[in-house]
């Protein structure tokens, strides 16, 4: 595993990357098997797979899976939900860069030979069950979700969010659509959000109460963000109205 975040209480979520064939793991003949990961510190761990489960309607090309890890000699769940019960994760080839504050952090990387478990409920597993799956060629649409729902403004890997704060995302590929008359919030690339409609109507402003490192000098106010796609903009955010 190229970085590791066991818990899941963050807005950001939790990824694991393994280092194996690439593929999306898939099937319920894996339950039972174990998986030796390796940190982002160079320690190993143990991932076993105890149930797989495939997805329904246009998910029906995702397996999630219930995994536990081996800490200090027993197993326990990876993935938690918010009640406490133990949760499943989805699979997606390619990496995510877990740093913050610096340039690269948050970034997805799809060409990497390895795949990304993710648990259900957070950003990562959020925006594949959207659909955007880089093995249907939205893998640009992938990146520019999860920063958009971990808020990640600046590009940075840095989340101006809380954990559950209601958004509406829709993008130009006709994946997801335009359902909502909310407010739009900004304009999201793979590198971050291109501009912001409003200060009042972000999420560092409304719950996260933190301005962006790089607002308003690199990330602009603008009356019209959100309402069109400028070049490079792959998907938009809106808020509810105040």
Same mark, same amino acid.
């Given at each position: 595993m190229n970085g590791i975040e066991l818990y899941g209480a963050r807005a950001d979520g939790v990824s694991i990357s393994i280092a194996d064939t690439g593929a999306p793991l898939s099937g319920a003949d894996l339950v039972g098997s174990t998986w030796t990961g390796v940190l982002s510190n160079g320690n190993t761990v143990a991932l076993r797979v105890d @149930? !797989?489960?495939q997805g329904t309607g246009t998910n029906a090309d995702v397996w999630s899976y219930r995994f536990s890890i081996s800490a200090d000699g027993l197993w326990r769940p990876l993935c938690l939900e918010h009640a406490g019960n133990?949760?499943? !994760? +989805?699979?997606?080839?390619?990496?995510?860069?877990?740093?913050?504050g610096v340039p690269g952090g948050g970034s997805y990387h799809p060409d990497a030979p390895q795949f990304t478990v993710a648990c259900r409920g957070y950003a990562i597993a959020k925006c594949v069950e959207l659909g955007y799956k880089p093995w249907t060629g939205h893998a640009r649409e992938l990146a520019a979700c999860v920063r958009a729902m971990r808020a990640d403004y600046c590009g940075d890997g840095t989340p101006y969010t809380v954990d559950g704060?209601?958004? @509406?995302i829709y993008d130009q590929a006709g994946v %997801?659509? +335009? +359902? %909502? +008359?909310w407010v739009p919030e900004a304009a999201g690339t793979p590198e971050g959000a291109s501009c912001v409609s409003k200060k009042t109507a972000t999420r560092f402003w409304q719950v996260a109460h933190q301005t962006p490192s790089c607002y308003p000098h690199a990330l602009k106010p603008e009356n019209s963000c959100g309402t069109e796609f400028s070049d490079g903009v792959a998907i938009i955010t809106e808020l509810p109205p105040l």
């Open positions: @149930d !797989a489960r133990e949760g499943f !994760a +989805d699979t997606v080839r390619g990496t995510w860069n877990l740093e913050r704060t209601l958004i @509406d %997801q659509i +335009d +359902d %909502q +008359d």
